[in-house]
């Protein structure tokens, strides 16, 4: 028969002694996060303050480079991207759609796609676009949507020929 291990705390008063401890253990890791917290605060609003002019800078440099790619869209082509030296500019066409009077949309849908119904409907009596980018155009039109293609402008950083 294995031998018993020999208890760490002998009675009831070393139990409470050790309980009272566990709470002083609480407490003072519960204050080194505090601690931990507010300097990691006070951080970041540093960091904030101090990377605020940049990244102003960084939002209107793209700003530029959008507006500039946009006037001389046809220059970048029909790949609709252009490598240079630093980076990549492109343009990516996306879909979305468009509801026009999502009231009417729903009154549509329980009209004409009943059987559809709660597949092209949310929980929330809203239109579920996913599910209506599926159908065709034509179904669209009579549900009273439309399907909006654009290009999507994106800027890829070369950041190894940056750091070069």
């Avoid at 309980?19 to 996060?33: A, G, H, Y």
């Avoid at 946009?70 to 066409?93: H, Y």
């Avoid at 549509?108 to 409907?121: F, G, M, N, S, V």
């Avoid at 599910?131 to 669209?140: E, I, M, P, R």
């Amino acid at each position: 028969m294995a031998k018993k291990k020999e208890l760490a705390i002998k009675d009831w008063n070393e139990l409470d002694n050790s309980l009272r401890r566990l709470c002083e253990i609480e407490r003072d890791v519960t204050k080194q996060e505090s601690r931990l917290n507010q300097a990691v605060e006070k951080l970041k609003d540093k960091h904030k303050q101090e990377a605020a002019p940049l990244i102003a800078e960084r939002k209107q440099i793209e700003r530029d480079i959008e507006r500039f790619c946009e006037e001389r869209k046809a220059e970048i082509g029909p790949a609709k991207s252009r490598k240079l030296t630093f980076g990549t500019v492109a343009f990516r066409q996306v879909t979305k759609l468009l509801i026009h009077a999502a009231d009417a949309t729903i009154a549509a849908i329980k009209q004409i796609l009943p059987e559809r119904e709660d597949e092209l409907i949310s929980v929330t009596e809203a239109p579920n676009k996913p599910a209506l980018a599926d159908l065709d155009d034509g179904t669209l039109l009579a549900l009273g949507c439309r399907r909006k293609t654009e290009d999507a402008f994106r800027i890829e950083l070369d950041q190894e020929r940056i750091d070069a």
